[in-house]
């Protein structure tokens, strides 16, 4: 018995070991993101992101985007957008400079509805000027997100996505990302998100806790029925 604890605690240290310092925390991520209806065929979504190495310090990005949208149908539409990230790429505190980013990005979304279920894919491209301390890339990249909603009742839903990503330099397949949470209904319009997120980024995987809200606006015009007065 005294042999196999020993084994055991021998394996557990060569793991850590084999972690990185950003595999060896359970991290987190902030989100709020918002849904403006301007129109029947314009959309807004102003976007924001504050990720963490730990639950609630040591900083690693912070994203900020704003997309408009064209609704081609009532579940499909193609939208424009631009996001600037701040992002501390080394765990520990430090004193090198931050990586910025500026993005341009293009995507197409389409959404079916199945009873309780709803599916939604999302195709995106994206243009990434990255800013290092010794030099500036230009980076290209696809991906495709895939998210199932279940609805349980008028207060909870819950979520899965599946979002593969394509890098069109170096490492081909250099990213992937797996989300199940649950949701809460708190307000007509908003709704509260928590779940967790595992992602794959080139040779890390991480372990990430995710809190989100999100607010929904309409300001389309009402339009009456006469013949119903």
Same mark, same amino acid.
């Given at each position: 018995?005294?042999?196999?604890?020993?084994?055991?605690?021998?394996?557990?240290? &060569?793991?850590?070991?084999?972690?990185?310092?950003?595999?060896?925390?359970?991290?987190?991520?902030?989100?709020?993101?918002?849904?403006?209806?301007?129109?029947?065929?314009?959309?807004?979504? %102003?976007?924001?992101?504050?990720?963490?190495?730990? %639950?609630?310090?040591?900083?690693?990005?912070?994203?900020?985007?704003?997309?408009?949208?064209?609704?081609?149908?009532?579940?499909?539409?193609?939208?424009?957008?631009?996001?600037? &990230?701040?992002? !501390?790429?080394?765990?520990?505190? !430090?004193?090198?400079?931050?990586?910025?980013?500026?993005? &341009?990005?293009?995507?197409?979304?389409?959404?079916?509805?199945?009873?309780?279920?709803?599916?939604?894919?999302?195709? +995106?491209?994206?243009? +990434?000027?990255? !800013?290092?301390?010794?030099?500036?890339?230009?980076?290209?990249?696809?991906?495709?997100?895939?998210?199932?909603?279940?609805?349980?009742?008028?207060?909870?839903?819950?979520?899965?996505?599946?979002?593969?990503?394509?890098?069109?330099? !170096?490492?081909?397949?250099?990213?992937? #990302?797996?989300?199940?949470?649950?949701?809460?209904?708190?307000?007509?319009?908003?709704?509260?998100?928590?779940?967790?997120?595992?992602?794959?980024? #080139?040779?890390?995987?991480?372990?990430?806790?995710?809190?989100?809200?999100?607010?929904?606006?309409?300001? #389309?015009?009402?339009?009456?029925?006469?013949?119903?007065?």
């Amino acid at each position: 018995m005294k042999k196999l604890l020993t084994l055991l605690v021998s394996l557990l240290a &060569l793991v850590g070991k084999s972690q990185s310092p950003s595999e060896a925390f359970l991290g987190s991520w902030y989100t709020y993101g918002s849904n403006h209806r301007l129109s029947e065929k314009y959309s807004v979504n %102003p976007y924001g992101e504050l990720r963490f190495y730990e %639950p609630s310090s040591n900083y690693n990005l912070a994203f900020f985007s704003i997309r408009g949208n064209y609704h081609l149908k009532d579940n499909q539409s193609i939208g424009l957008g631009y996001a600037y &990230l701040d992002i !501390d790429t080394v765990f520990e505190f !430090d004193n090198e400079p931050n990586v910025h980013e500026n993005r &341009l990005f293009e995507q197409y979304t389409l959404s079916r509805k199945f009873e309780k279920f709803v599916l939604i894919h999302r195709a +995106r491209l994206e243009q +990434r000027f990255l !800013d290092f301390k010794d030099r500036n890339e230009t980076q290209n990249r696809f991906r495709y997100r895939l998210s199932l909603k279940y609805t349980l009742n008028k207060t909870l839903f819950l979520i899965a996505t599946e979002e593969p990503f394509v890098n069109f330099q !170096d490492q081909v397949f250099h990213e992937n #990302r797996f989300y199940l949470g649950i949701g809460f209904q708190i307000m007509e319009h908003s709704q509260l998100q928590i779940g967790y997120l595992k992602q794959h980024i #080139r040779k890390n995987s991480l372990n990430r806790i995710q809190v989100g809200i999100s607010i929904k606006t309409d300001h #389309r015009k009402t339009t009456t029925n006469v013949s119903r007065l």
